[in-house]
């Protein structure tokens, strides 16, 4: 079933891959050389299988939007390893991105402006201070040592996955040191991405917004322009099913 996607949307999808395993064998054949490829090189089974799965929905989903089916996509990678459908298959202006954490996959697909999204699970032991002082701005580390410890989990997540998924919106890595922005982090306090160090302009140009998608996960999702609205969709086995602000 073929989805229309307005210019004003931004369709994001949730899949656990853990319940698709099913149809694992059929996602592989639709996947290129190249994928397969890629898919060879992990070392370890369940990271393999994570792999196809995660790479076939893909295929599945961004071909409800354009004429092809999944397997007749094809994708450019720009210097920093971004991956774009090629512009002479691209008629509708997809672009896409995608995340992965612990068996959850979240999809987040628009046309003709730039977006991110990231999923991480919670994992407490993860987000101690040295971690945070690595990869966090000095804004962001005072704000995450304010909070109460009962609270600096979610935070430091919230922190995660917003710099993570403005930074992939930006699609050039780490070119641009993570200490040089600063993004919302406490639970409850407006998502933004407050400041950039390198251009003052970037701050009004980028909408950033919580995804809500259960106790164990945290997710957010930066996109370019504020013209724009949500509408969340669930990836099942054999179908996919349209939610209006299930997780969101």
């Known amino acids: 079933m073929r989805l229309t996607l307005e210019k004003h949307e931004v369709h ?14 059929n996602l592989s054949e639709i996947l290129s050389d190249d994928e ?3 898919a060879n090189r992990y070392r370890f089974r369940k990271d393999r299988e994570c792999f196809v799965l995660a790479r076939g929905l893909l295929r599945r989903i961004l071909s409800r939007y354009s004429d092809l089916s999944p397997k007749q996509l094809k994708f450019d990678y720009n210097a920093y390893g971004k991956p774009d459908l090629k512009e002479e298959l691209n008629r509708h202006e997809l672009r896409f991105n995608v995340s992965h954490s612990d068996g ?16 991480e699970r919670i994992r407490a032991e993860f987000c101690d201070e040295q971690i945070a002082e690595r990869f966090f701005s000095p804004v962001e580390v005072a704000a995450l040592r304010a909070l109460p410890a009962s609270l600096q989990p979610q935070a430091f997540f919230n922190c995660w996955t917003r710099k993570e998924a403005y930074i992939k919106a930006r699609g050039k890595g780490l070119s641009m040191p993570l200490d040089q922005f600063d993004v919302s982090l406490s639970p409850g306090e407006p998502v933004a991405l407050l400041k950039n160090r390198y251009d ?24 370019e322009g504020h013209d724009w609205r949500l509408r969340s969709f669930n990836y099942e086995l054999g179908e996919s099913r349209a939610s209006h602000s299930h997780f969101l």
């Open 12 to 25: 994001v999808w949730r899949a656990a891959l853990d319940d698709l395993r099913a149809c694992l064998d």
């Open 36 to 38: 397969q490829e890629r």
């Open 104 to 119: 959850l996959a979240l999809y987040a697909v628009t046309r003709d402006r730039a977006l991110g999204v990231d999923v």
């Open 200 to 223: 003052s302009e970037e701050a009004s140009r980028w909408v950033l917004q919580e995804l809500s998608v259960g106790t164990c996960h945290v997710a957010s999702i930066a996109v």
